[in-house]
């Protein structure tokens, strides 16, 4: 009768081991790079989106006037209204549900032409993930210069 192959019960507990400590190191490790994905996504998306509105309000778009309108409510969004601050909203961009604002509600307008500034004072949006630990605060300078500090 020949030799028996295959693991011995020592081999598979320390197989079992070296797998149950990489676990532990590996799920929080994605689980944070899922909200880091998710903090950044919404934040690129916000600033890419007030890029547009900028340039409608600054190429007169339709020969209306534009306005950002950032809502901290049950459901937080932003939106782009056309006719100001009371017209009618074009686009509406509701944040990942893993995503909060820290900034309350505003509506700003946004001046025409593209010699003037586009805003008579700045406005912030604060983004938070859930977790707490992680933010995102994207500003609109009175120049049209969108910036954004990242906490993460």
């Known amino acids: ?15 079992m081991g070296i797998m149950a400590v990489l676990t532990t190191v590996a799920v ?28 409608r309000a600054r190429s007169q778009q339709d020969s209306v006037v534009w306005a950002i309108h950032i809502e901290n409510g049950e459901s937080d969004y932003y ?6 601050v009371n017209g009618t909203s074009v686009d509406r961009i ?6 909060a604002l820290t900034t309350p509600s505003v509506t700003k307008a ?4 593209s010699t003037t500034a586009p805003l008579d004072e700045p406005i912030s949006m604060g983004l938070v993930a859930n977790s707490g630990s992680l933010t ?16 993460y």
């Open 1 to 15: 009768m020949g030799k028996q192959k295959g693991f011995s019960i020592i081999e598979l507990l320390i197989a």
């Open 28 to 55: 929080p490790n994605y689980f944070g790079y899922r909200t880091r994905a998710i903090i950044d996504k919404e934040g690129s998306r916000a600033a890419g989106y007030f890029r547009e509105a900028i340039e």
């Open 79 to 84: 939106e782009l209204k056309s006719g100001g």
């Open 94 to 99: 509701y944040l990942n549900q893993r995503v």
């Open 110 to 113: 946004l001046v025409g032409g």
């Open 136 to 151: 995102d605060n994207i500003t609109i300078g009175t120049n049209g210069k969108i910036t954004r500090v990242k906490n």
